[in-house]
C-alpha cells in the first residue's frame, strides 16, 4: 500500500524558511515522479511543483519559482520542498503526491495526508 | 495561463440520483484532464484521468467524457459515500502547466 506521510510544516515569519519532508514506502520510490499540491484553508487546490524521477527535471508553478525548491533523496525515499521567502499567501495544507510514471505528466495517482505550514508574523 | 471553470459550485442531488458536473478549460487541452474527489478532511482522490479513464479502484458509476475545452464527470446512481467535492484539473502544454478548477460541492439534496 502507497504511503506518503509529509512532516515539517509549522508557524514561521514573512520573510522565513521551511523544509519540508515526505517519507514514502509501499512503492518503488525511486521509479516515481513526485510533486507538492497545496490548499490554502477552505480553498481550493494549487499545483506547487513537480521532480521527474530522476531528478533530472524539476517544474514550479509561477507563484513559487525561484523561492521554492522540489527536491528528493531515494537512497532515504523521501520528498523534500525547500521554502525560502515565505508570504501570508503560501499559508496552506502541503500535500505529498506520487505520479503515475517516472516522468512528471501533470497529475497525481496517491495523495499524503498533508503538512501545515503558517506563514505569519 | 489555462483557466479552468467548474460548474455549478454547489449541486444538491438526492441518494440513487445522477449527478452530472461540469469543467470549462479557457483554450483546449485535447484530453489532458484529471479529476478528483476530496472529502472534508482527508486528502483528494483520483477518480479520472485522460478525461475518460477511470483511476484504479474507482467504480463503475463514476465516468468521466469531453475533450478540447469542455468536460463532463456523471455520477450514474449517487451513494451517500459520493457526496464530495470534485475538482477537474488540466496538464497541458510543455513544461507541464497544471490547473485546477474551484471546485463544485456535491451535497445530499
Known amino acids: 500500500e502507497v504511503q506518503l506521510v509529509e512532516s515539517g510544516g509549522g508557524l514561521v515569519q514573512p520573510g522565513g524558511s521551511l523544509r519540508l519532508s515526505c517519507a514514502a514506502s509501499g512503492f518503488t520510490f525511486s521509479s516515481y515522479a513526485m510533486s507538492w499540491v497545496r490548499q490554502a484553508p477552505g480553498k481550493g487546490l494549487e499545483w506547487v511543483s513537480a521532480i521527474s524521477s530522476s531528478g533530472g527535471y524539476t517544474f514550479h508553478a509561477d507563484s513559487v519559482k525561484g523561492r521554492f525548491t522540489i527536491s528528493r533523496d531515494d537512497s532515504k525515499n523521501t520528498l523534500y520542498l525547500q521554502m525560502n521567502s515565505l508570504r501570508a499567501e503560501d499559508t496552506a495544507l502541503y500535500y505529498c503526491?506520487?505520479?503515475?510514471?517516472?516522468?512528471?505528466?501533470?497529475?497525481?495517482?496517491?495523495w499524503g495526508q498533508g503538512t501545515l505550514v503558517t506563514v505569519s508574523s | 495561463e489555462i483557466v479552468m471553470t467548474q460548474s455549478p459550485a454547489t449541486l444538491s442531488v438526492s441518494p440513487g440520483e445522477r449527478a452530472t458536473l461540469s469543467c470549462w478549460a479557457s483554450q483546449s487541452v485535447r484530453s489532458n484532464l484529471v479529476w478528483y474527489q476530496q472529502k472534508p478532511g482527508q486528502a483528494p482522490r483520483l477518480l479520472i484521468y485522460g478525461a475518460s479513464t477511470r483511476a484504479t479502484g474507482i467504480p463503475a458509476r463514476f465516468s468521466g467524457s469531453g475533450s478540447g475545452t469542455e468536460f463532463t464527470l456523471t455520477i450514474s446512481s449517487l451513494q451517500s459515500e459520493d457526496f464530495a467535492v470534485y475538482y477537474c484539473?488540466?496538464?497541458?502544454?510543455?513544461?507541464?502547466?497544471?490547473?485546477f478548477g474551484q471546485g463544485t460541492k456535491l451535497e445530499i439534496k
Open positions: 484539473q488540466q496538464y497541458n502544454n510543455w513544461p507541464p502547466e497544471v490547473t
Open positions: 503526491a506520487k505520479a503515475q510514471a517516472d516522468f512528471w505528466s501533470g497529475y497525481s495517482v496517491s
